[in-house]
């Protein structure tokens, strides 16, 4: 990845944190070769938590979704659970649920909480915290590019489906991010503008700075077939 790559996703992490949804930043993402085969055939909710366990992401936010990016491909995982607790919380409000029962021997409490780690787990694939997800994937893809039915970028909203929404400006880590950010966190978004915790340069770097693909790659976008549909801009 390029300098300047990777100065956009650092960026990406300060603009969550200003937001107060930033958790986690993984500086060493590294994929196995076979990932591809891995995550083929999985069902959303097996996907985001093969990326969590794994660390197959770039940044957690705060909610447990996750943001990963490839230099052709970037992904947002919304997290498939609400209101998740941390494995410390779990067991901090285990805990308090035993010292109101009136358990508050030392060793008493270890030999009930023996199973806490099973119970986390129970906990986590509880349906009653699981909520709708709508992942989104944003695609670089000239080599595929056709202008009727294939544009060179584009977004795929949600999970196993053939969305293809056209894109006319070829986005950056940190315009994807900002984008996210603006579409599935209103209220941060709204925080973050009204404080003024961004510069106007990075403000034009969400999208007036981006490059425009018929003037980038004019053979990559037809004024005929693309120009006439809706697109983003």
């Known amino acids: 990845m390029s300098n300047s790559y990777l100065q956009s996703i650092t960026k990406s992490a300060e603009l969550l944190m200003k937001?107060?949804?930033?958790?986690?930043?993984?500086?060493n993402l590294q994929l196995p070769m076979?990932?591809?085969t891995q995550v083929r055939s999985l069902s959303?909710?097996?996907?985001?938590?093969?990326?969590?366990?794994?660390f197959w992401y770039h940044i957690k936010l705060s909610d447990q979704s996750l943001i990963?990016?490839?230099?052709?491909?970037?992904?947002?995982?919304?997290?498939?659970?609400?209101?998740?607790?941390?494995?410390?919380?779990?067991?901090d409000q285990r805990k308090q649920e035993l010292f109101?029962?009136?358990?508050?021997?030392?060793?008493?409490?270890?030999i009930f909480l023996d199973n806490i780690h099973f119970e986390y787990q129970q906990y986590?694939?509880?349906?009653?915290?699981?909520?709708?997800?709508?992942?989104?994937?944003?695609?670089?893809?000239?080599?595929?590019?056709?202008?009727?039915?294939?544009?060179?970028?584009?977004l795929h909203v949600g999970h196993d489906n053939e969305s293809r929404i056209p894109?006319?400006?070829?986005?950056?880590?940190?315009?994807?991010?900002?984008?996210i950010l603006s579409s599935f966190y209103p209220t941060e978004w709204k925080l973050l503008i009204e404080e003024q915790k961004i510069s106007d340069a990075d403000f034009k770097l969400l999208n007036q700075s981006l490059d425009n693909v018929p003037h980038?790659?004019?053979?990559?976008?037809?004024?005929?077939l693309e120009e006439h549909r809706f697109y983003l801009a």
Request: proline share 5%.
């Open 19 to 27: 937001s107060n949804l930033f958790a986690h930043k993984n500086s």
């Open 34 to 36: 076979n990932y591809v």
């Open 44 to 54: 959303y909710d097996e996907q985001w938590k093969i990326h969590n366990d794994q």
């Open 68 to 91: 990963f990016f490839k230099e052709d491909s970037f992904k947002y995982f919304m997290s498939p659970y609400g209101n998740l607790m941390s494995f410390q919380e779990f067991e």
């Open 100 to 110: 109101d029962e009136g358990i508050t021997d030392d060793d008493e409490i270890t």
């Open 124 to 154: 986590l694939d509880s349906d009653a915290i699981k909520r709708m997800s709508t992942p989104i994937r944003l695609d670089i893809h000239p080599k595929q590019y056709n202008a009727a039915y294939h544009p060179m970028t584009h």
């Open 167 to 179: 894109i006319k400006k070829i986005m950056t880590p940190f315009a994807f991010t900002g984008f």
């Open 216 to 224: 980038k790659y004019k053979e990559l976008w037809c004024p005929d």
